[in-house]
């Protein structure tokens, strides 16, 4: 069974501020997906990432994927309170297409 | 931009009934996934399918659950007779071809409470 363990799980900053977010696994996964998820609603996707090594942006969030494919972050900056919400990793295996999901990590931004 | 919708939003059912969730997924996508979400736990993946039949299924999945497309744009999750335990949030997801890393889109979920 492979596992994600997502840390820290509760974050609180100030704005202007920057956050990282961990994702790991012993597990290899062929990709890795990063979702955000607000109350009531399903998680929406930010990021799919594949290669080992690979960074990918979306303005002030930048996404990585770890050389072995183990691991991945999230890292914001200048986190502002439109930030504020629960993102999630979740991990494809090598064969297959059953996610698994990280724990969350319910970020919160102050004003 | 195109979406997964689930119906209903909420869903209250007597223990023991059978119960019937409502996906449409994304029009030219082929993977269609269900997961749950246990109040306070993780996403748990449920079952996938391609091509009209199951191709991954977790240990959740077991008897009392199944799947069907009856037509070409629904996907349903029947829960033949519920439990109390089955009280989560359920979401479908679905996903485009060539399914390896494809990223998974998910609707906002059904919200089922067994009384």
């Known amino acids: 069974t492979q596992l994600l363990e997502q840390s820290p799980q509760f974050l609180s900053i100030q704005e202007g501020e920057n956050l990282t977010v961990y994702c790991n696994s012993s597990?290899?996964?062929?990709?890795l997906q990063w979702y955000r998820q607000e109350p009531g609603e399903g998680p929406v996707l930010l990021v799919t990432?594949?290669?080992?090594?690979e960074v990918k942006k979306l303005k002030r969030l930048t996404f990585q994927f770890g050389d072995a494919r183990k691991d991945s972050s999230l890292h914001i900056t200048a986190a502002q309170p439109g930030d504020t919400g629960l993102y999630l990793c979740?991990?494809?295996?090598?064969?297959?297409?059953?996610?698994?999901f990280g724990g969350g990590t319910r970020l919160m931004v102050k004003p | 931009e195109p979406e997964v919708t689930q119906t209903p939003s909420h869903q209250v059912t007597q223990m023991g009934q059978e119960v019937i969730l409502r996906c449409v997924p994304i029009?030219?996508?082929?993977?269609f996934y269900w997961y749950r979400q246990i109040l306070g736990q993780k996403v748990e993946f449920l079952v996938s399918?391609?091509?009209?039949?199951?191709?991954?299924k977790s240990e959740i999945f077991d008897d009392q659950f199944s799947v069907e497309r009856p037509d070409g744009s629904n996907f349903t999750l029947k829960i033949r007779s519920t439990k109390l335990e089955d009280s989560a949030m359920y979401f479908c997801?679905?996903?485009?071809?060539?399914?390896?890393?494809?990223?998974?889109?998910f609707g906002d979920g059904t919200r089922l409470s067994i009384l």
């Open positions: 997801a679905s996903s485009g071809q060539g399914a390896l890393n494809q990223p998974q889109h």
């Open positions: 979740a991990g494809a295996p090598n064969a297959g297409n059953m996610l698994t």
């Open positions: 029009s030219n996508h082929l993977y």
């Open positions: 990432v594949v290669t080992g090594g």
């Open positions: 399918f391609y091509n009209n039949e199951i191709s991954e």
């Open positions: 597990s290899v996964f062929s990709s």
